[in-house]
């Protein structure tokens, strides 16, 4: 068998780091599908307003080369306990395969290029897509259904604020992204630290980079405070 992918999506996740560990948690951030050529046909998509959600099947193309293993530790389970890969959405995995559900956006095609917007995705910048399916919530969605260790969805929000000496840096990079201040306060709540660096009482520094931005911030007492906006080159 051989996939090959149907476009690409553009996030404002630029790194593994602090992307959200399922759709739907980062309810502000919105992506772009750049359909490659042979399927940027806007027929291909005809009908597609009607559906609010899409599945996304995507490679985890960062992970790609590291293979899999029949155990894995996921991170909801602090790290350390092992659980078999079928059992999870872990993202090793044979033929690393993701799969999202998103919202629907809109669907732009201008000289050609057909361009799918989507809001709330766990994909990295630049994950290919293999294909695009309508939601159907009769189907789909199974409220009786048992979700095993990632039963309910993390209550765990981390409170975030950003240090007052940011206001005029923050004004300035929602002129260039707007909405980027709920995209950071939404993405830095997670607390996308690292398990074994939540139990450490020290204040601890981080970064990532998140749209045009390198965010930096401290977590001290359960609490995250946003130190830095710099825009990238
Ligand atoms: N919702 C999908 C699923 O269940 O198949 C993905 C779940 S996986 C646990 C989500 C994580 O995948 C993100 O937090 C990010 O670290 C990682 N990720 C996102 N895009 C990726 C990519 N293109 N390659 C490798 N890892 C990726």
Known sequence: MHLSPIGTILTPYKEKFAIPRQPGLVSSAVGEIHLFDDYADPNGFRGIEQFSHLWLLFQFHQTADRGWSPLVRPPRLGGNAKLGVFATRSTHRPNGIGLSVVEFAGLSTTKGKTVLKVRGMDLMDGTPILDIKPYLPYADALPLAQGGFANEIPDNQMPVSFHPNLAPALAKAEQLHPGITE????????????????????????????????IRWQVENGQSLVTAIVPLN
């Open 183 to 214: 995209l950071i306060s939404q993405v830095l709540a997670q607390d996308p630290r690292p398990a074994y660096k939540k139990h450490q009482p020290q204040i601890q520094e981080f970064g990532v980079k998140l749209g045009a931005f390198n």
